[in-house]
DNA sequence: ATAAATGCAAATCGTTTGCAACGGA
DNA sequence: TCCGTTGCAAACGATTTGCATTTAT
């Protein structure tokens, strides 16, 4: 499925879904939530499947525009990327303790952006909220 | 004022106001909005004061951790910091055609935001609600 | 055969750091 | 004098890019 809309997209742009790419899409997919590029470089390779980091952020690179993935955050430790397909958006929660993130969506609160765009005159496109702190298991820890 | 909370930070941890320092933090007090090392360095610099790259860096590190202010976000630019203190929370409207910020706050959404952490078990320290998208402005120039 | 994609290594960009010279306390 | 601080340049880490080589169509 996700596999046809990458390579019809390929196809359109006169770009070809060589092996390389395929790897890195089908390892892409299997990942459930939230990934980053050097660690999905680091499965591809622990596959046995080769591709270069370099295939990898570029690869990346094309399914955000053909909008199969997007990047969620910017971190210290580099981009931060999830699936949009199948996925209704959410927010997320984030724990800088030990990177947990937790999705969530408020209906209400898609409304009340709307709102608050409309008074300014605003064309909101997208949203990220992001709520920082500690999740339930590293708050018991902390204590 | 902020000037005070500074060299009073500074001197309970041994460490100097020096010119360079204050050269940055008065600058950087002098900002209305939200701002980016970078930038920064270049008023520094056009105002014929001397302090280095390294320099403001660093203490906009510190002015970090004494929590004169802090990191908006992180674009493809850099890192985007805005003051703290005389200011309450907000969130922000990032027009993504000319760059151009919008603060905005909502009682509502915060208080829909602390419910849902609480149903998560979640401790949330902070968070930001970026809506992107296209100004009034940059929309009418569009069509 | 032609044009696109690869891997590699070098290049970027923002940011940090090691170090010798400098300067307040 | 003693440490913290500075500026510079080198080091970094994530990402991009130039290029010669490989590969899909």
Redesign the interface.
Known sequence: MDKKIFSTFLKERGQRLTKERTAILRRTLSLRGHFDPESLYVKIRATGLKASRASVYRTLNLMCECGLIEKVT?TEHGTIYEHTLGQSHHDH?L??SCGHI?E?F?E??EK??EG??KK?????????????????KC?KKKK
């Open positions: 910017k929660m724990c800088i937790i969530f408020s209400t609160i009340l952006q608050i765009c300014q005159g605003f064309d909101g496109v997208n949203h990220t909220l992001e709520i920082r702190g500690y999740c339930r708050r």
